[in-house]
């Protein structure tokens, strides 16, 4: 087991209205840590210190729940394609190495603490449309409904977001196209979701704007960081939808 | 609100009108180019000066031109705005600023149309200005033609003599090109023409007519300068 000595610079934020400012830190780290279990060294000899710890968000650490929103060196959840901050090993980094540790930077996403941003934004994408309206009861049969493989998976594809916002920290637009355009699809693509889906998209877009997102250019930044490797075309089949929705529909 | 009010100021609906006053303009460019390749046609400037003399007087391409020039001001004030909405949504850049998985093209599509808008200003103040609003140009006569045309091929061909006007159109014809490149599968990538089969084919396509398209502009002033 092979330690390393870092350097990290790490952005401090008391809130959203304090400036902010990188601070130094220096840490000792060994290769099987997470960069997460990496902070928490750091954090565990603050304390001791009788310092601040970094505030930083995580939850389930299994690369699933989204929460561990951090820039690493300039990209979300750091240098590997397809991984979440707290799947990132210290392996991937070297003895020596400066690494530089900022929150998500996007105007929809007011910073709370340090590394720590508020992403109810995207709450509200989803309250305004990005559900099923089922009436409760007895559970139907499963595969009352036939699916093909390829809907199904397209579906699956999408429904892999996490929702942890790097698309929109990637982007140089602040833009929570694919966010949305994932949240869209995986239920529009589906024989149970397509039912609704003009109110939806219309619903999601209109709530995306008001949160102050900027808009999507198509530099598809967002596909390259997602860790879900979220598509593009998902972005494609929402302008889709929400064209047929504008000039089709009653809405 | 009003659904088409709703529609046209929602960001995908600003991404239509984006898309679709893009389409035209890609249009218009592979007419104006294949149109203009008459000035290396070595008659003199006969067959371009009468096209330019149609294409100026005909009621249907006038008709067209307002389209034209229409699509022109909303494609740039729609993208000037885009941009300015986009750099407030973004706020503070990351520390090193650097974007990945994305195109220099792709990240400075609003840079690269002020520049083809300043462009534009000076190409159309040269000769689409001074055609239209001005009597500076001489008139010639040509056999077989029933009346006098402004010679506006003597202006093109003295204009491109200068240095510094080539340079100009060339970095004038560059900047479109990395915008096209850009800008092509963009335009169907908002209208949400997106497909496994026909994507890539739109790349394809979308770098060839740029290649063919600005080397097809570049030729023009290089022609003029060289000979």
């Known amino acids: 087991m092979s330690n390393m000595n870092l350097t990290l610079h790490i952005w401090r934020q008391k809130s959203a209205d304090d400036p902010g400012t990188f601070e130094k830190h220096q840490v000792v780290a060994n290769e099987h840590m997470s960069f997460l279990e990496m902070l928490d060294v750091l954090n565990q000899t603050l304390i001791e210190q009788q310092k601040e710890p970094i505030v930083f968000e995580h939850d389930c650490r299994e690369g699933i729940c989204g929460a561990c929103s951090m820039v ?3 990209r979300p959840h750091g ?5 979440t901050a707290c799947q990132l090993h210290m392996r991937h980094f070297s003895d020596g190495d400066q690494i530089w540790i900022e929150p998500y930077r996007a105007k929809a996403f007011k910073v709370v603490r340090d590394l720590m941003v508020d992403r109810s934004s995207f709450d509200r994408i989803i309250q305004a449309g990005g559900y099923i309206s089922v009436n409760t009861g007895q559970a139907v049969d499963g595969n009352t409904i036939p699916i093909e493989k390829e809907r199904a998976s397209a579906s699956m594809d999408a429904a892999a977001c996490i929702g942890c916002g790097a698309c929109v ?15 869209a699809a995986h239920l529009g693509i589906l024989p149970q979701g397509e039912v609704e889906e ?6 999601m877009v209109s709530q995306m704007d008001k949160e102050g997102f900027g808009r999507c250019s198509n530099t598809y930044a967002c596909e390259a960081e997602c860790p879900k490797e979220i598509s593009v075309s998902n972005i494609a089949r929402l302008n889709r939808a929400y064209l047929k929705a504008s000039l089709t529909s009653d809405l | 609100m009003n659904w088409i009010t709703r529609f046209l100021t929602s960001s995908l609906g600003q991404k239509v009108i984006m898309s679709l006053t893009g389409i035209f303009l890609i249009l218009f460019l592979a007419v104006h180019m294949s149109g203009n390749l008459q000035l290396l ?10 096209y330019a003399e149609f294409m100026s007087h005909n009621p249907l391409i006038r008709i067209v031109s307002i389209g034209l020039y ?8 729609q993208g000037i705005l885009l941009a300015l909405a986009n750099r407030k949504a973004k706020g503070s850049t990351h520390s090193t600023g650097k974007v990945a998985g994305a195109t220099w093209a792709s990240k400075n599509m609003a840079l690269l149309g002020i520049l083809i808008l300043a462009f534009l200003c000076l190409h159309m103040g040269d000769f689409w200005f001074k055609m239209r609003f001005t009597d500076q140009l001489q008139m010639v006569s040509y056999d077989g033609y029933d009346h006098a045309v402004q010679d506006i091929y003597s202006r093109v061909s003295v204009a491109f003599q200068e240095l510094w006007i080539v340079i100009v159109y060339l970095l004038g014809v560059f900047a479109l090109a990395v915008h096209l490149v850009h800008g092509f599968q963009s335009a169907f990538q908002s209208l949400g023409i997106h497909h496994k089969k026909y994507t890539p084919m739109i790349n394809m396509i979308g770098w060839i007519y740029t290649i063919l398209i600005t080397s097809g502009f570049a030729i ?8």
């Open chain 2, 70 to 77: 229409a699509s022109i001001l909303l494609h740039a004030i």
């Open chain 1, 79 to 83: 240098p590997l394609g397809g991984t």
């Open chain 1, 72 to 74: 690493i060196n300039g």
């Open chain 1, 169 to 183: 920290a990637a982007c140089p637009n602040g833009s929570a196209m694919l966010f949305t355009a994932a949240k």
């Open chain 2, 41 to 50: 046609a070595n008659d003199g400037g006969r067959s371009f000066n009468i």
């Open chain 1, 198 to 203: 003009d109110r939806r998209v219309v619903a």
């Open chain 2, 220 to 227: 023009m002033p290089l022609y003029f300068f060289l000979q």
